[in-house]
């Protein structure tokens, strides 16, 4: 049955525009401009999600993103507030926190089980026995969160820009838009901002049917969208308040980081919800959600209401509800309903009973409400259960009061007090630059709303107009030194100080996100946290997604009860950013990273390469169509060890080093010695840091007796140059440092048929005589000067050749084409990086992590403990008596069908993490899948199993084998195949 009502005067809908999604597998109608949960009242769905730690039954609650109770998900997006969503058209819609969806919810069953789960119990429970902790773990990790995270979500890319104003003003409610207008007809440039779709505020809903209101909304909302020095951005969010008035704003397009000169906050109030017994069943709504359903979306909220109120809006939702077509059985007043004003006596008239100084007790219902107990109030504010009389009603409604939503003003730096005339917070002093205005401000008539608002603006005017340059363009307007906050605001309360009644079989419920009922908290109170901070820690009041904005206030009440402190004197907790959840993709933001390309970067497109990031380089991952890559990356690693293969490797750190103390800097900066290096040769280089941990590793050669050239790692080329150049400085050293990184380009021939290429090209001598393994000779390539290194960290014979920026290319194809008779192949990073871990050559940052010395990786012949100083040195010399870790070989069986093991995979031994997987792939030459893993030294030794935790969580039985685990003597990359036959 629907709950549509005829067409209301400000109706957000579209009817003309009909959508069709789906919730759990069920068609659902909506409208255009329809939310979820609008949409799913309107088709008589009431349960729209389950309660986090009861999984309870939930329905609409606030109807303003201000709760959770109405969380979905879909195939490739989770987290949707249903409150606030548009209607995503032609979807299956998931409810967040379910298993076996809201209807037949399998966890449902814990709600009986809440007498055994009180506040505190995860604190206190799963810790003996021991031996059956890891059950209640994989429980608790299985049952916990709100939703699913997937790989497969598309992406999505949102950007951020900078936006400047003279006036920013938070809220486009009566009192901000009145202050928007009156700053830009007096000059101001003034971006207005509101988190709905639609400007107006409680005009368009709370004041939606009194005529009162008509003129001031027409002239309001007409000057706003007018006004060419105003700026109004809807949808969107001030996400939070940072320093010099810098506001992040997110919206539909994404964040615009906002610097205002002046800041308004006209933010309004989030209504607050009464403590009942079942006060959280499926048609409990506050006051302006039934309010919202009815003015925006025309839907029905119920067909009998029970109203709670304390104040005169909730007289004016009774008339709203009353217009709708809802059956008002009975008005409870917590008060006198004389106080209430003149709508308290038009709805005595129409003949509703109003149950003056009475409260709720109960409500009752399976999935949904069904009935609810009145009774009356005693003179001590507690309620007579002996007078206990119970109401039939599918609808409670609850307008008890109001909490600020001062969020932006606590982060500026406001200093708030609670008014024990309004009974809200309300702000004391503010900092520069920042006013408050409307009913954050306590100013809750219409009209003095929007003269509070004219006055905030008046005061923001003349600090601009004082800070202004001598044309004026800002004049002050009106009287602008009266900044009374207090001038306008309302000398009734408008919030019962104690809309909380206990009940001896609890589920009164304090907070909705975290399932606390009163009796949580009042037992944490007595526990000891007895300061709102430790209380908000220890029961999580206020921590759930909805940070507390329905649960803050009566906590505050709660704790300030059992002190017997009044509520300035018990204190509020921070509020931090951000006010409404965010995006992940919004806050990442567009990427800004820089992408480097190598010289050949277009020859490895031309050659169909699948590119991945290499730090801040794009490098090719193998050549070929992303489905083939396991087997274009097998074709590669053979051609390499077959044949011949060509690599990019330009993303190396390239750097010279001259001078006279030269060899004195490169000593001290390696663990290696280096003041022995001959002339014409290379070194391996092991850099540590003063803790004696791997940073990086490259290549040292020497090309002259003060002149060194050297490799870094590519993710580390710019940190080894300017620790290079720091120790030069502090070491007082006569040495010149030139990074060369971007002006070099470099390719790495590999391969058995590497010199016979090679040889056809240079015009050197490139036998085993005239150039040994690790060599270093500059020569030219047809005509192309280029240095040469003769390198082996593929484990075959190989030329690491370097050459200018501009040549790069036109090496590259000269190589390939002159390589064609040799069976030449361009190869990319995933089979280099197999090739390497075959020989056993580790990757810095891959196989080592920030705790990884030398001894752990089995290179202590990398380690020169007797040269007289070197980084690290004192360090090593202590860590050298033993490792705690230990990098081992292992592989699995020929034909492993088992889950796939991959990096950074634990291993498992006897129930303990003792290590983790740091590389590993197929291994052709092996024809099995091998690795390396940094384990604890107690658990390496050859031939031993290594149980390691795959995919899924299932143990995969590895064996610990030596490296490397090819051409174990090096034969290979010393000398070229045919040399090896004929030898």
Excluded at 250 to 276: D, H, M, N, W, Y
Excluded at 531 to 550: A, C, D, W, Y
Excluded at 631 to 645: D, I, Q
Excluded at 801 to 826: N, S
Aim: proline residues 5%; glycine residues 10%.
């Amino acid at each position: 049955m629907s709950s549509r009502l005829t067409p209301q005067p400000f109706e957000w809908i579209e009817r003309a525009r009909p959508l069709r999604f789906a919730l759990e597998g069920e068609a659902v109608d909506a409208l255009q401009g329809d939310c979820i949960s609008s949409a799913l009242w309107a088709n008589g769905v009431r349960i729209l999600g389950r309660s986090f730690k009861y999984h309870r039954p939930r329905g609409i609650f606030s109807l303003a993103n201000h709760d959770i109770n109405a969380l979905f998900e879909y195939v490739d997006d989770t987290h949707l507030r249903g409150d606030v969503t548009p209607v995503p058209a032609g979807i299956n819609l998931t409810a967040c926190n379910t298993l076996g969806g809201l209807k037949q919810d399998r966890y449902r069953w814990l709600d009986q089980l809440s007498p055994a789960l009180p506040v505190g119990f995860y604190y206190k429970v799963f810790h003996k026995p021991r031996w059956l902790f890891p059950f209640w773990e994989r429980l608790l990790r299985h049952t916990a969160g709100l939703g699913q995270v997937r790989s497969g979500w598309r992406r999505r890319i949102t950007p951020k820009w900078y936006e400047h104003c003279d006036l920013l003003v938070i809220g486009a409610g009566p009192a901000g838009m009145a202050a928007a207008l009156t700053a830009a007809e007096a000059g101001a440039d003034v971006i207005l901002v509101d988190e709905h779709p639609h400007i107006g505020g409680s005009l368009d809903y709370q004041w939606a049917n009194d005529a009162g209101a008509e003129a001031p909304r027409t002239a309001l909302k007409q000057g706003v969208t007018a006004h060419p020095r105003i700026r109004v951005m809807t949808a969107t969010v001030a996400a939070g308040y940072y320093q010099d008035q810098w506001v992040p704003l997110a919206g539909p397009a994404g964040i615009a980081k906002t610097r205002s000169r002046a800041l308004i906050v006209a933010t309004g109030v989030i209504e607050q919800p009464a403590v009942f017994r079942n006060n959280d069943l499926p048609g409990v709504m506050l006051a302006s959600a039934a309010q919202r359903l009815i003015a925006r979306y025309a839907v029905k909220p119920c067909e009998r209401a029970v109203l709670l109120l304390a104040n005169a809006e909730g007289y004016r939702a009774a008339l709203d509800l009353q217009a709708a077509g809802v059956e008002l059985i009975a008005v409870v007043d917590l008060g006198e309903p004389a106080e209430r004003g003149p709508l308290a006596s038009e709805l005595a008239a129409t003949g509703v009973e109003i149950l003056a100084h009475h409260g709720l007790y109960a409500a009752s219902g399976k999935d949904r409400l069904s009935a609810v107990s009145v009774a009356p109030l005693g003179a001590d504010g507690s309620l007579d259960d002996t007078q206990e009389r119970w109401l039939r009603c599918d609808g409670v409604i609850l307008s008890v009061g109001w909490a600020p939503a001062a969020h932006l003003l606590y982060q500026a730096g406001a200093t708030l007090g609670y008014s024990k005339t309004l009974e809200q917070f309300v702000p004391l002093e503010l900092p520069p630059g920042i006013q408050a205005a409307g009913r954050v401000n306590g100013v809750f008539e219409l009209q003095a709303q929007i003269e509070d608002g004219r006055r905030a603006a008046r005061v923001a005017l003349a600090e601009l107009a004082a800070a202004t340059n001598a044309a004026g363009e800002i004049k002050t307007s009106g009287p602008a030194s009266n900044n009374d906050l207090a001038q306008y605001r309302d000398p009734n309360a408008h919030s019962h100080p104690w809309p909380i009644v206990a009940h001896p079989k609890g589920k009164n419920f304090v907070d909705l996100d975290e399932d606390l009922q009163l009796k949580d908290l009042l037992q944490a109170a007595r526990e000891g946290f007895d300061n709102i901070e430790l209380l908000k820690r220890f029961s999580t009041v206020g921590m759930g997604p909805s940070q507390g904005k329905h649960a803050n206030m009566n906590a505050i009440r709660v704790l300030a009860k059992v002190l017997g402190k009044d509520i300035d004197e018990t204190g509020s907790t921070t509020a931090r950013p951000f006010y409404h959840p965010l995006r992940l993709d919004d806050l990442a933001g567009r990427r800004f990273r820089v992408h480097q390309r190598s010289a050949l970067h277009e020859r490895h497109e031309q050659a169909g390469a699948c590119f991945m990031e290499a730090g801040a380089w794009q490098r090719p991952e193998f050549y070929g169509k992303a489905e083939q890559r396991e087997v274009r990356v097998r074709e590669e690693v053979e051609a390499v060890r077959g044949a011949l293969g060509l690599i990019d490797v330009s993303t190396l750190g390239k750097i010279e080093v001259l001078g006279r103390d030269a060899a004195r800097l490169l000593d001290a900066a390696y663990s290696m010695r280096m003041t022995t290096l001959k002339l014409g040769m290379t070194r391996y280089a092991l850099m540590v840091d003063e803790a004696g941990v791997i940073v990086d590793d490259g290549i040292v050669g020497r090309l002259g007796e003060q002149h060194y050239y050297l490799t870094a790692t590519s993710s580390h080329a710019n940190a080894t140059y300017r620790s290079l150049t720091r120790f030069a400085l502090e070491w007082g050293l006569q040495v010149r440092l030139v990074n060369r990184t971007g002006q070099l380009s470099a390719m790495n021939l590999a391969g058995p048929n590497s010199r016979r290429l090679l040889a056809e090209l240079v015009d050197i001598d490139l036998s085993d005589d005239a150039f040994p393994y690790l060599g270093l000779r500059e020569a030219t390539i047809r005509k192309i000067p280029a240095r040469l290194m003769r390198v082996g960290f593929v484990g075959e014979l190989g030329y690491e050749i370097h050459a200018p920026y501009h040549r790069g290319a036109e090496l590259w194809d000269l190589l390939m084409r002159k390589g064609q008779p040799y069976g030449i192949r361009p190869f990319g990073v995933e089979a280099q990086r197999r090739l390497r871990m075959e020989k056993g050559h580790i990757i810095v940052g891959q196989d080592t992590d920030g705790l990884t010395t030398p001894f752990e990786v089995g290179m202590s012949w990398a380690v020169h403990l007797k040269k007289l100083f070197f980084v690290g040195q004192r360090s090593l010399q202590i860590l050298k008596p033993g490792t705690a870790r230990s990098l081992v070989g292992f592989e699995l069986q020929p034909g492993h069908g088992w889950p796939e093991v991959a990096e950074c995979h634990l291993v498992i031994v006897d129930g303990d993490i003792r290590g983790r997987v740091t590389s590993v792939a197929f291994s052709p030459a092996r024809g099995r899948i091998i690795g390396m893993a940094l384990v604890d030294s107690e658990v390496a030794g050859l031939g031993r199993t290594l149980p390691i935790r795959a995919t899924d969580g299932v143990l995969v039985t590895a064996t610990q084998v030596a490296m490397p685990f090819y051409d174990p003597d090096g034969l290979r990359q010393q000398a070229d195949l045919q040399r090896q036959e004929v030898a």
